[in-house]
């Protein structure tokens, strides 16, 4: 099963920077949004931000808002996520899916997730 590859985690210092991609080479990208999440340690799942395939709609967690932002090439079908500014508390590994409907108010990610790529934040 083709999956999702995530990558550009690694250590930062806090206030510093960096850019999550996801690949979907091989998936049907065109016509899904897509989004990130990340599991802290010890935590549950979390949504962090989506966005839509053609209307515009775009979602922040409001603790990110300012901080991150999410973005997409079709033409790679690459997904990416900069972060700057980062915290202790961004530390988690991080995860995107490329196939996110939105209804409803909600989002809904499929059940194909790649490996993550770790994010260790220090202050």
């Known amino acids: 099963q083709v999956r999702p590859v995530e990558s550009g985690g690694g250590s930062v210092q806090a206030g510093g920077s960096l850019r999550l991609s996801c690949a979907a080479s091989?998936?049907?990208?065109?016509?899904?949004?897509t989004a990130w999440f990340r599991q802290a340690p010890g935590k549950e799942y979390e949504l962090l931000a989506a966005s839509t395939w053609s209307d515009g709609r775009v979602y922040y967690l409001d603790s990110l808002k300012g901080r991150f932002t999410i973005s997409r090439d079709n033409v790679t079908n690459t997904v990416y996520l900069q972060m700057n500014n980062v915290k202790p508390e961004d530390t988690a590994i991080y995860y995107c899916?490329?196939?996110?409907?939105?209804?409803?108010?909600?989002?809904?990610?499929?059940?194909?997730w790649g490996r993550g790529t770790p994010v260790y934040v220090s202050s």
């Open positions: 899916n490329t196939r996110v409907t939105y209804y409803d108010g909600r989002w809904y990610p499929d059940t194909n």
């Open positions: 091989g998936l049907t990208f065109s016509g899904y949004g």
